[in-house]
């Protein structure tokens, strides 16, 4: 069974990885309207990772005995005036993810919540992959500039990323 504390903190953070599925959507109908279909690409294959995400404390809160009540879902950002300017907010995002992901250990680490840590620390490894790859693609991004022959070469590359379905926990 988990403390009330450490589900009320768990049902918080679902909630932020369903916002991150929601933005990323978003992002692809921004990718989508610029008819950049490997940046379509790469964003479909990120929205399916944040809902396995979101999923995977889904499933771990019941696991453990606790209740998921979902919470509304904020409205996402739809404009935005490059790709450069989405991999900027991208890494932003998941910065943010990344301190909500150690604060929620904070509260497991309080709780004397060793098995919620354990379980944790899939999502902590996570955070450092998401945050290398999106910047990779800034650092290309920013090397292109107003280059479209470079940003056609990299939306090319982008449409090479496979979803595959994470072994979370
Ligand atoms: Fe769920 O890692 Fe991105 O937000």
């Known amino acids: 069974m988990i403390s009330e504390k450490m589900e009320q903190a768990f049902n918080e953070q679902i909630n932020a990885e369903f916002y991150s599925e929601y933005l990323y959507l978003s992002m692809q109908s921004y990718f989508e309207s610029l008819n950049l279909k490997g940046f379509v690409n790469w964003m479909t294959v990120q929205v399916q990772e944040e809902h396995a995400h979101a999923m995977g404390m889904f499933n771990y809160v019941h696991e453990r005995g606790g209740k998921v009540e979902l919470q509304a879902i904020d409205k996402p950002e739809t404009k935005w005036n490059s790709p450069l300017e989405v991999f900027e907010h991208v890494l932003r995002h998941e910065e943010l993810v990344t301190s909500k992901i150690n604060a929620l250990?904070?509260?497991?680490?309080?709780?004397?919540?060793?098995?919620?840590?354990?379980?944790?620390?899939?999502?902590?490894?996570?955070?450092?992959?998401?945050?290398?790859?999106?910047?990779?693609?800034?650092?290309?991004?920013?090397?292109?500039?107003?280059?479209?022959k470079a940003l056609l070469m990299l939306d090319k590359d982008l449409a090479a990323r496979t979803f595959v379905a994470p072994v979370i926990g």
């Open 105 to 148: 250990m904070d509260v497991a680490e309080e709780q004397k919540d060793r098995a919620a840590l354990s379980f944790l620390d899939w999502y902590l490894k996570e955070q450092v992959e998401e945050e290398a790859s999106v910047g990779g693609v800034l650092a290309t991004l920013k090397l292109i500039g107003d280059d479209k």
